[in-house]
T-cell receptor, first 114, second 111 residues
Framework: SQTIHQWPATLVQPVGSPLSLECTVE??????LYWYRQAAGRGLQLLFY??????ISSEVPQNLSASRPQDRQFILSSKKLLLSDSGFYLC?????????????FGPGTRLTVL | GEDVEQSLFLSVREGDSSVINCTYT??????LYWYKQEPGAGLQLLTY?????DMKQDQRLTVLLNKKDKHLSLRIADTQTGDSAIYFC???????????FGSGTQLTVLP
């Protein structure tokens, strides 16, 4: 069966510090991978998606970046965090095989920037 | 760009039916989804409907889709306190096969 892991679950970081959030998927190969952010307990915004190793597309301009060093690993990074980066970060994946339409979400990382 | 809208709050009495509404703008959406988020938790897929369907029923959940008006609704029958959560509708599409989410409806079930 397929599973998705995210860590850490909770993170408190000072403004200006670096960030690295990791997401890994098991039980599938060549998935599409996504990073979403949920600010202030509300709607989700797509930040990045990846259709393959080393292929990253950004949906919104920001001080965050993403990388996909391995097929089932997706990393969200920042060199210097801003207060506005606080939020709930969700990784998701969708298989390239059936079911083509279902997107699976990880448990999320709650980031607080102080 | 694509847009998905929902009302922010809904309160119902335990045992009543809840109806959460959603509108979307992308006429090329292939699937429309309902997700549930409990406090401090991730997203749980509740149900989805293919865009060529009008209705889908799954136990206490009924999804209605009016494609002409681009209107989606989720009806929860016999609402329980455990149904209290934020409900997100989302449409699926785009070159990245991504989900575009509404802002979420906070459902509060009163005893």
């Amino acid at each position: 069966s397929q599973t998705i892991h995210q860590w850490p679950a909770t993170l408190v970081q000072p403004v200006g510090s670096p960030l690295s959030l990791e997401c890994t998927v098991e039980g599938t190969s060549n998935p599409n991978l996504y990073w979403y952010r949920q600010a202030a307990g509300r709607g989700l915004q797509l930040l990045f998606y990846s259709v393959g190793i080393g292929q990253i597309s950004s949906e919104v301009p920001q001080n965050l970046s993403a990388s996909r060093p391995q097929d089932r690993q997706f990393i969200l990074s920042s060199k210097k965090l801003l207060l506005s980066d606080s939020g709930f970060y969700l990784c998701a994946w969708i298989p390239t095989g059936p079911p083509y339409n279902e997107q699976f979400f990880g448990p999320g990382t709650r980031l607080t920037v102080l | 760009g694509e847009d998905v809208e929902q009302s922010l709050f809904l309160s119902v009495r335990e045992g009543d039916s809840s109806v959460i509404n959603c509108t979307y703008t992308d006429s090329s959406s292939t699937y429309l989804y309902w997700y549930k988020q409990e406090p401090g938790a991730g997203l749980q897929l509740l149900t989805y409907i293919f865009s060529n369907m009008d209705m889908k029923q799954d136990q206490r959940l009924t999804v209605l889709l009016n494609k002409k008006d681009k209107h989606l609704s989720l009806r929860i029958a016999d609402t329980q306190t455990g149904d209290s959560a934020i409900y997100f509708c989302a449409d699926f599409g785009g070159s990245a096969r991504q989900l575009t989410f509404g802002s979420g409806t906070q459902l509060t079930v009163l005893p």
